[in-house]
């Protein structure tokens, strides 16, 4: 693994990268013992199956939900566009993104859940009151007068 490390340090290559998280990946199963169990469920068809980033990579980028994992490398610049490799080799990609405004709902227009302010259990309210320490002292008559059982 140390060789790994020092052969990725000095040159970056998608082959040494994958082993080095096929290495690390095998560490962290071998000792992991509170979550053991899930790599012991997996069966020899379900890894051999399992979807990799070289198959159909734009394909599963464009109809997938995009997760972290997926990506080797972000690139953001200062006009706002994202761009992304999925091999450290490849060429910058622009992520797509949208670019209608968003503009945050009103508070005026959220519709009325209760009539009334539910009131805190007694643990929760202290709690927070004992919390007040860490909190301005101006603050306080809002943390004492909060309704509670």
């Known amino acids: 693994m140390s060789a790994l490390m020092d052969k990725i340090q000095n040159d970056v290559q998608y082959k040494t990268w994958r082993d080095l998280a096929s290495i690390t990946l095998t ?12 790599a012991a469920k997996l069966t020899i068809d379900q890894y051999a199956t399992r979807p990799t980033i070289e198959d159909n990579t734009e394909e599963i980028l464009m109809s997938s939900p995009f997760t972290v994992n ?3 490398a972000l690139q953001y610049s200062p006009n706002g566009s994202v761009c992304y490799k999925l091999r450290f080799g490849d060429e910058w ?11 945050p709902r009103q508070f005026d227009n959220l519709p009325t859940l209760h009539s009334n302010r539910l009131p805190l259990n007694c643990l929760k309210f202290n709690d927070l009151q004992e919390l007040k320490i860490t909190i301005p002292f101006d603050y306080h008559s809002y943390y004492d007068n909060l309704p509670h059982n």
Request: glycine share 4%; aromatic share 8%; charged share 40%.
């Open 93 to 103: 990609k622009l992520l797509p993104q949208r670019r209608e405004l968003l503009l």
């Open 70 to 72: 997926e990506y080797r």
């Open 27 to 38: 560490r962290v199963i071998l000792f992991n013992k509170k979550r053991s169990g899930e």
